[in-house]
């Protein structure tokens, strides 16, 4: 009985922060009616959003005000994996619905969208030539509130400690400030920023307003969903690609390294493994593409250096913006791409992948592994790794952990390959794809399309949550809410 109480309680505290998740995004969903101003005619549109939002926020409101939990109570990280699991199936439920109600989508085409979206992949099933201008906004808004942190953000509206559970859940456990709340209004600020110099950097290269705030939005959060079919290769301008450069670099920081960089801390940025990894292996990767790929494609200098840059830090950043169709590839190329697509970005930033940090981590444990080989037996070592400010020794506890993780990512990557090959897609060509979907990429070899079996388009919507929310939280949540829910009907 008393258990039961217990768990009363604490899912009274997951319902309502919950309903808080509710309101906001109901909210958020009104955004993109503002487009109307600029372009009355996209008014016949507007209650495939106005409908599902006033669904959201007033639902939102009564589990609110039905479920009123005390700001003290604390969530467990396991509570803040049910709350951040629970939320975003909600809320992804939801945002098909306009692309269900505007674009004629199928359910399984709508939901791979949305979850694309709000995972920042940026695979598309959209026909962007013939979609309603406040579709493609709205998918622009999605990948930057996916981006930009959707649990910190939606818990920094909500007072006491739960959001920090919340964030860890989410793959997020590093912070800028002590309070959940202040470093969610820290990463707004930050990434606000981002997206207002790059809408205006856009505007200023020759960009419309549109098509600059699309793709400021989608760079920023290292998302990638574009305006233009041809995505950022539309306009061909080298002036356009370094501006975007940037802006994934940027997005693909972590929040924390992102907040050293700008008070002025780039000593202590600089110490971070994930950036030292970034250093060596981007011009590594540019290099390799343009010897064994671009030059040999590309007979121009100038075309076949840009190509090489913007491609691998792209993919590096699982940003997925493309200049050029990669259907005259060499292998060595696509070999590439997939390994930096496999890496992914950085930790508690917009990306996805593996991440570097863990990348960097396995690569010093292998060094550090070796020379306690040539060491003397009772040799003392330290493994010592920076985070931040401060260096902390690389435990083996850690190291499980992430070899763990890596495995598990891997064995993921080639359950959805052969997928994708057992309904007769190519070896390479699978190996790309879902390299892209399960590190939220969304660079496509041209496999992703409406036409594709609904069977693909769920294995890859899954690869894309899984891989933004982090395989182990998202299973950890499913066996704490089935047991509590088992443990409640036990009790009856």
Sequence with gaps: MREREYLKQRYTAITSLIGGVLVTSGILMLTPLAIVLTRPDEAIHLWAFILPALIQIFAGIFLKKRFN???????????????????????????????????????????????????????????????????????????????????????????????????????????????????????????????????????LAGMSTFDAINHSFAAVSTGGFSTRAESIGYWNSTIIEAITLPLMVLGNLSFVTAWYFWRGKFSVAAKNGEVRLMAVLMPLAILGVFIFTSRTIYPEL??????????????????????????????SGMFMLIVLMLIGGGTCSTAGGIKQFRIYLLWKTIIWEVQRMIMPKNAVTNCAIWEGEQCSSLTDTKVRQIAAFVFMYMLAFTAGVLLLCSHGYGLQNSMFEFASSLGTVGLSIGITSPDMPAAVLYAQALAMFLGRLEFIIVFISIIRLTKDIRAMKNRR
């Design 69 to 203: 939990s005390s700001e003290t109570e604390t969530l467990t990280i396991q509570e803040g994996g049910v709350v951040v699991l629970i939320s975003w199936l909600i809320v992804i439920l939801f945002t098909t619905w306009p692309f269900m109600s505007i674009t004629r989508l199928s359910f399984a085409q709508a939901l791979f969208e949305a979850i694309s979206g709000w995972t920042t992949t940026g695979l598309s099933v959209v026909n962007v030539v013939d979609a309603a201008p406040i579709i493609l906004l709205w998918r622009s808004i999605i990948q930057l509130a996916g981006g930009a942190g959707w649990a910190i953000i939606m818990m920094s509206t909500l007072a006491g400690p739960t959001g920090m559970a919340v964030s860890d859940a989410e793959g997020r456990s590093e912070q800028i400030a002590p309070h959940v709340r202040q470093s969610a209004r820290l990463v707004l600020l930050i990434y606000i920023c981002y997206a207002t110099v790059g809408v205006l950097a856009y505007w």
């Design 302 to 331: 100038e075309k076949s250096v840009r190509v090489a840059i913007f491609e691998t830090v792209s993919a590096l950043t699982t940003t997925g913006f493309s200049t050029v169709s990669y259907n005259n590839w060499n292998s």
